[in-house]
């Protein structure tokens, strides 16, 4: 089994040629006899009648067709023993996790039901998207039992090495590091940022640490976020303070957590405007300041510039604010005030995401020792250790 533990740095790592093939017989094991059905999202669902959305710019569904709907009818299907292959097309949600709409539209112009017609009848969906729906389709498939992909903000990156890899590999990685972090209480993350120096503190509280690995084996209804391959926790709480670029504009904030949210947004640099409608937001609705994830990065992967692929990148770390249902955590979306806000947002610490932002260090507790996960963006010698340590 070739494995990521000697190599850290993408460029001295070769990946192999993608199957899809491959792909979907390593998640979905087993997967024979299988009925298999893709979503996408569109700003317009009955632009997938004639599959006239080719005809503009729809990057991701793109990829949905060339690669994934014509790869099925192409001959994958027959080499995996599965069955239909349908596409379908919803309505964007706008948000990351937004729960999805119920009615979607066939190739042929139908109006369908997703309840009703896909998630009671396929045994396999694949969602490829522009915004993530692993919280909603997680909720489907334990009410429907069907298993699943989403593969939101696809590109040729990450068709080219984080759904090229093997995952049985990246299960393997993900499961040492995992048993190497599980049962901490806390973790501690230093930000240096504009010539000053903040620390994030989660709490744990000696939680199992979970792992995203890539792997839906037998036929328990789950749904994996691909490219996989991190460990993470369901905060229990936090205090502290952290930077925030938002994504948007640039604009820098200092985010003040309290009671495992976010109290308050101050401005650092860029527009006042953009700050103040975050502090309105988590006034109106203070669960959107939640908490809700913690999350490591365990592969050596390239930078794609689609956070599916990038927060899980060895030494990068992400916090996530938001719904946690589908990570096992409590904060579901009627507990928010507005529906429209009842999504499970990402903030990814990394380099190139955010150049104004170094990491000098994060640190987990546990069992009264210290231990040093990363140091500027790059694994420390314990986490180093795990990988690298004979099973």
Same mark, same amino acid.
């Given at each position: ?7 850290l ?15 979907? &017989? ?6 024979? *006899?299988? #009925?298999?059905?893709i ?11 004639? /599959? ?33 292959g ?5 309505e964007?949600?706008g ?34 998207? !522009? /915004?993530?729906a ?5 909720a ?5 039992? +069907? ?18 890899? @093997?995952?049985?590999?990246? =299960?393997?990685?993900? %499961? ?7 049962r901490?209480?806390? +973790?501690?993350? @230093? +930000?240096? /940022?504009?010539?000053?120096? %903040? ?15 890539g ?48 109290? #308050? ?8 405007d953009?700050?103040e ?18 999350? +490591? ?7 794609? *510039? ?8 060895? *030494? !990068? ?11 096992? &955590? @409590? ?10 806000n =009842? ?12 150049? %104004? ?9 546990? @069992? ?8 500027n ?15």
């Amino acid at each position: 089994m070739q494995t990521t533990s000697l190599i850290l740095d993408s460029a001295d790592r070769t990946f192999p040629e993608f199957s899809l093939t491959r792909l979907l &017989g390593t998640v979905f094991s087993p997967i024979r *006899g299988s #009925r298999i059905a893709i979503l996408i999202d569109l700003d317009d669902p009955a632009k997938i009648r004639d /599959f006239a959305y080719l005809e503009e710019d729809y990057d991701v569904q793109r990829y949905a067709y060339d690669v994934f709907y014509r790869g099925l009818h192409d001959g994958v299907m027959t080499e995996l023993e599965s069955r239909g292959g349908d596409i379908f097309a919803y309505e964007t949600t706008g948000g990351s996790n937004r729960n999805l709409p119920d009615l979607a539209v066939s190739p042929d112009g139908r109006d369908i039901r997703l309840e009703r017609d896909v998630y009671a009848k396929y045994d396999i969906i694949l969602c490829i998207s !522009t /915004f993530s729906a692993t919280a909603p389709l997680t909720a489907f498939a334990k009410q429907y039992g +069907f298993r699943g992909a989403t593969l939101h903000g696809l590109n040729r990156v990450v068709l080219e090495s984080g759904l090229a890899v @093997d995952y049985n590999d990246v =299960a393997y990685d993900a %499961e040492k590091l995992r048993r190497g972090l599980t049962r901490a209480d806390r +973790f501690e993350i @230093d +930000f240096e /940022f504009l010539g000053r120096r %903040e620390t994030l503190t989660l709490h744990t509280n000696r939680q199992e640490a979970q792992k995203s690995q890539g792997l839906c084996h037998g036929l328990k209804p789950d749904v994996a976020n691909l490219p996989a391959g991190e460990v993470y926790y369901v905060p229990a709480g936090a205090e502290g303070r952290f930077p925030l670029r938002y994504e948007h504009d640039g604009t820098l904030g200092l985010m003040e957590v309290n009671g495992g949210r976010i109290e #308050r947004a101050t401005l650092l640099r860029g527009d006042p405007d953009t700050v103040e409608t975050h502090n309105r937001k988590i006034r109106n609705d203070p669960v959107t300041g939640e908490l809700g994830e913690l999350g +490591f990065g365990t592969q050596v992967l390239p930078v794609s *510039g689609a956070d599916i692929q990038d927060e899980k990148i060895l *030494g !990068t770390l992400h916090v996530a604010t938001g719904r946690s249902d589908h990570l096992g &955590g @409590d904060l579901t979306p009627d507990r928010f005030e507005d529906a429209a806000n =009842a999504t499970h947002d990402d903030i990814l610490f990394a380099p190139h995401k955010t150049p %104004e932002i170094n990491v000098p260090q994060v640190r987990m507790y546990r @069992d009264q020792e210290k231990n040093v996960l990363i140091e500027n963006y790059k694994p420390a010698e314990y986490m180093r250790g795990l990988l690298e340590a004979d099973d």
